[in-house]
Nanobody
Framework: QLQLVESGGGLVQPGGSLRLSCAAS????????IGWFRQVPGKEREGVAC????????YYSDSVRGRFTISSDGAKNTVYLQLNSLKPEDTAVYYC??????????????????????WGQGTQVTVSS
């Protein structure tokens, strides 16, 4: 069974950095996407970054492009999200999620939460002085 475990969240001052990790297990297929999402109470879950394994493409929301970087270490089955130049508005619970491609995914939307099948438990990121 596919499982995702996030780690790396914490409290950081504005302008600081964090690296979140998403460790995956139970993958048996080659083609998948890992997305990072965040959510604050009362708001919809927001997609911030995505990595697709087949072509190693990356996608970012406008709110984080240039500050956040998604990367993958296949040997460790782990996808990372590097968060730089953090702002108080980046405060949220961050989730990673997995989508397994089946070959008929031409309309896959990488930053849309409803596309994803598997979710981790989340890790809290708080940006505050």
């Amino acid at each position: 069974q596919l499982q995702l475990v996030e780690s790396g969240g914490g409290l950081v001052q504005p302008g600081g950095s964090l690296r979140l990790s998403c460790a995956a297990s139970g993958f048996t297929l080659d083609y998948y996407a890992i997305g990072w999402f965040r959510q604050v109470p009362g708001k919809e879950r927001e997609g911030v970054a995505c990595f697709t394994s087949a072509d190693r493409s990356t996608y970012y929301s406008d709110s984080v492009r240039g500050r956040f970087t998604i990367s993958s270490d296949g040997a460790k089955n782990t996808v990372y999200l590097q968060l730089n130049s953090l702002k108080p508005e980046d405060t949220a619970v961050y989730y990673c999620a997995a989508y397994v491609f089946n070959g008929d995914d031409y309309d896959f939307r990488p930053l849309k939460a409803s596309e994803y099948m598997y979710w981790g438990q989340g890790t809290q990121v708080t940006v505050s002085s």
